[in-house]
Nanobody, 127 residues
């Protein structure tokens, strides 16, 4: 089992940057594919970015490619989401999630595949 705590959200102007962090506690952080999801008011939760167990493979939704970067440090039990060139449409609650997987499993973009979730952190981008 793993517990996830996000931080780093806030209010930023369009074009600005934020860095979200997700600290994991519990065993075997390196056994989890990690993902970031977002949920805007009135909308369903959607995949933003994911990273494989080793960090060698990443995946992004099209709308954030070239602007967001996901990374992880298994020694620190932490995954980050660097968000640059933020747009008002990026405004949402961002959730960190963990998917227990075998070593070479691909990154899933489906929230139902993730086993553990953080409480979320609000990101608000003003125009």
């Amino acid at each position: 089992q793993v517990q996830l705590v996000e931080s780093g959200g806030g209010l930023v102007q369009a074009g600005g940057s934020l860095r979200l962090s997700c600290a994991a506690s519990g065993r075997s952080f390196s056994s989890y594919v990690m993902g970031w999801f977002s949920q805007a008011p009135g909308k369903e939760r959607e995949f933003v970015a994911g990273i494989s167990r080793s960090g060698a493979t990443t995946q992004y939704t099209d709308s954030v490619k070239g602007r967001f970067t996901i990374s992880r440090d298994n020694a620190k039990n932490t995954v980050w989401l660097q968000m640059n060139s933020l747009k008002p449409e990026d405004t949402a609650v961002y959730y960190c999630a963990a998917d227990w997987q075998t070593m070479y499993a691909p990154v899933s973009t489906f929230d139902v595949d993730y086993d553990y979730w953080g409480q979320g952190t609000q990101v608000t981008v003003s125009s």
